[in-house]
């Protein structure tokens, strides 16, 4: 836990009880500040108070009191509506805030040098955190990791010049978080999302920007138009930027190269220093690293990573026993040369899309409660396809989208179970040589079968665990 001690001796409202605000309530009531904690949950409400945290109706408190409002990050600040506690907070002139700005405000008090590593983006921050803290630690350092993915940025230990924090930042946790000041920022890539929460794309750009217009050093994927004007923006301000790529070569930075090499995609990441390129990695044969959007992953965490002092062989060791996240391109292991991959993460569209791209001849599972739009997207891909096997509500619109593009074999399997036993078979009868994936990427929301992507991920990691022969990913 950092204790949080800029509010000792004084009142704080908190209001949102989930995870993360248990976490700041306990990080706060350390630090010595007497907390007034309030969430619309009965259920939250009674499980803080049963760990000593006062419940207070914050709708008839008196607010003058009050040093600050913290939020949790879930909860509206602007958009549709500002929450009714932010309305109050407002009218009594008390700032509103978040766990992140605790976290900075109680760094700059401890250890303002200590290193913080802070990763945004729309696409691919999770693994890209997941990355940095993985090389690190193997490298030997101290790594706390946490924020938006596992725990909570106030569960860590505290910050200290010989401790590295890696910590994702949403859009939610940025926006509450005025004194972020990051050693090193890295923003991925910009594309439409979350609008209800931030009114307009644009407002939604300006607020992920924050992070790397404060970091001592800029990270930024060119990879998207409003990335790029960010790069180019922190260019003109002349403070430290390296650029990444994981899809062009750049004349200054960290980039991908791919080539083709015997049937396979060979990803190598290149370094470009004062006009000088040389390869310091080589992605082929990581399953946890495989695809372009990983090849950019990978970009931004060597970059990170180097200007933090590791040595390129460092970081492409590290690279090498990366083991990946649990349901995001997870390799779970093989069949001879069935490859099992468990993306059960990928919940629309747009998400296995990443998948579909990563693989040719594929036994593609997918299906669930759809999502609008459905798989119409995806057409263009459907020649890596080598049959698919539909599960779940929405079999009778993709069938349908199948039909009307005539080059995909599929089959209705019903149930995950059917799907992984037909795709085995399937896949087994296949001839040729070379790597073939059965493929779990359901572009699909869970609920109708599964009560969420993970416990789907687990079944397909239990079903495909049990098949004969097969050797987990990692052994031997």
Same mark, same amino acid.
């Given at each position: ?15 949102? $009880? ?21 969430? &619309? ?68 008090? $401890?250890?303002?040098? /200590? ?38 940025? $106030? ?11 890696? *910590? ?8 509450? +978080? ?14 439409? &999302? ?27 994927? @060119?990879?998207?138009?409003?990335? #790029? ?13 390296? #650029? ?5 070569? $750049?004349?200054?930075? *960290?980039?991908?190269?791919?080539? !083709? ?19 310091? /990695? ?6 946890? %690293? ?9 970009? !931004? !965490?060597?970059? !990170? ?33 069935? @490859? ?13 899309? #990443? ?22 997207? %995806? ?6 396809? /080598? ?9 009778? +619109? ?17 149930? %995950? ?25 359901? +572009? ?19 079903? @495909? ?12």
């Amino acid at each position: 836990m950092t204790p949080v001690t800029v509010f000792a001796g004084r009142r704080v409202a908190l209001f949102g $009880l989930g995870g993360s605000g248990l976490a700041t309530a306990r990080a706060l009531i350390a630090g010595g500040a007497e907390v007034a904690a309030y969430d &619309d949950g009965e259920a939250s409400r009674a499980k803080a108070a049963a760990e000593g945290i006062a419940i207070v109706d914050l709708a008839a408190a008196d607010w003058s009191g009050f040093a600050a409002l913290v939020l949790s990050p879930g909860v509206p600040l602007t958009h549709p509506a500002p929450h009714w506690t932010v309305a109050k907070a407002k009218a009594a002139g008390v700032e509103v805030i978040g766990d992140v700005e605790l976290f900075f405000r109680e760094r700059a008090r $401890l250890s303002p040098d /200590a290193p913080v590593i802070c990763i945004t983006g729309t696409n691919g921050k999770s693994t890209t955190t997941a990355l940095v803290a993985h090389v690190l630690k193997q490298a030997g350092r101290d790594v706390q990791m946490g924020g938006n993915i596992g725990t909570a940025v $106030l569960a860590l230990d505290p910050p200290a010049p010989h401790r590295v924090h890696v *910590v994702e930042c949403s859009s939610y946790q940025i926006d509450l +978080a005025p004194s972020l000041k990051p050693s090193i920022g890295i923003q991925m890539n910009l594309t439409p &999302d979350h609008l209800d929460r931030h009114g307009s794309f644009e407002a939604y750009g300006a607020i992920k920007e924050r992070l790397v217009a404060a970091a001592d050093i800029a990270v930024i994927g @060119v990879d998207d138009e409003p990335s #790029k004007q960010m790069a180019r923006r922190r260019a003109a301000s002349g403070r430290p930027l390296v #650029k990444i790529s994981g899809e062009q070569p $750049l004349d200054e930075g *960290v980039f991908a190269g791919i080539t !083709a090499n015997r049937g396979t995609l060979d990803t190598r990441i290149v370094q470009v220093l004062e006009g000088k390129p040389r390869v310091v /990695a080589n992605l082929a044969g990581i399953g946890s %690293l495989r695809g372009s959007h990983n090849a950019q992953n990978a970009a !931004a !965490a060597f970059a !990170a990573c180097f200007a933090l002092g590791l040595s390129a062989e460092e970081i492409a060791a590290g690279f090498r026993s990366y083991p990946g996240l649990a349901h995001r391109m997870e390799e779970l292991g093989r069949v001879g040369r069935i @490859v099992f991959i468990n993306d059960s993460k990928a919940t629309n569209a747009d998400s296995t899309e #990443k998948a579909l791209t990563s693989f040719r001849d594929i036994f593609w599972i997918l299906g669930g409660k759809p999502k609008e739009g459905g798989i119409d997207s %995806l057409r263009r891909y459907f020649r890596n396809i /080598a049959k698919a096997y539909l599960i779940g509500a929405a079999s009778d +619109a993709f069938a349908r989208t199948f039909d009307e593009d005539g080059s995909v074999d599929y089959e209705r399997a019903g149930t %995950l179970e059917v799907a992984v036993a037909s795709a085995l078979r399937d896949a087994q009868a296949k001839r040729g040589e070379g790597e073939i994936a059965v493929l779990l990427s359901p +572009a699909c929301a869970s609920f109708d079968q599964f009560p969420n992507f993970e416990v789907r991920g687990d079944r397909f990691r239990a079903l @495909v665990g049990a098949l004969p022969g097969f050797v987990p990913y990692g052994a031997g």
